[in-house]
């Protein structure tokens, strides 16, 4: 007698393969997300960083206004600044140079939605912003979607953080 032997795979190892692959895919995409607001982190904190120090580059005596900054925490990239700054340049990494601009309320509300770089006169972080900035008045904020407890924040300023007049050109918690 002679048997024929089918090789090949089972329907349920099939499945059992497809199972551990999708387990993986998901672990993957996890951490890639992660690595993704990381990276957007990163990039807000650079750009902060940037805007602080082309105002200390185009400061002078008296004070220079930072125009186009009319209202109080107005969009930076709204901002015309005075030479060479260019503000036009920077927006929120998940906004684009759209959206609202950061607020209290908004660096307060935990998980809170995307918003573009906002500046005004330095103050109490948490206080209402004040228009008139000028270039040795001044606090660009912006959220952190990480939080910003690297940056010596809490819970109640979530992922607010700013740069300003009063920070000598280092990013910290607070908007």
Not at 26 to 37: D, F, G, H, M, Q
Request: net charge positive.
């Amino acid at each position: 007698m002679h048997k024929s032997v089918t090789k090949g795979f089972t329907l349920i190892e099939l499945l059992v393969v497809i199972a551990i692959i999708g387990i993986l895919a998901s672990i993957v995409l996890v951490s890639l997300n992660s690595a993704r607001t990381k990276s957007r982190d990163a990039n807000r904190v650079a750009s902060l960083k940037e805007m602080g120090k082309a105002i200390q580059v185009a400061d002078a005596d008296p004070a220079i206004a930072i125009a186009g900054c009319t209202t109080a925490g107005a969009k930076a990239n709204t901002c015309t600044g005075p030479t060479p700054v260019a503000f036009s340049k920077y927006g929120d990494p998940s906004a684009g140079t759209g959206g609202t601009a950061c607020t209290v309320a908004l660096a307060s509300a935990v998980g809170s939605a995307t918003c573009q770089y906002s500046i005004a006169k330095s103050g109490t972080p948490g206080a209402a912003f004040v228009a008139g900035a000028t270039t040795q008045d001044y606090r660009i904020c912006s959220i952190l979607e990480g939080g910003n407890t690297s940056y010596g924040g809490t819970a109640a300023t979530f992922g607010a953080v700013h740069v300003g007049s009063d920070t000598g050109g280092s990013v910290i918690a607070g908007c």
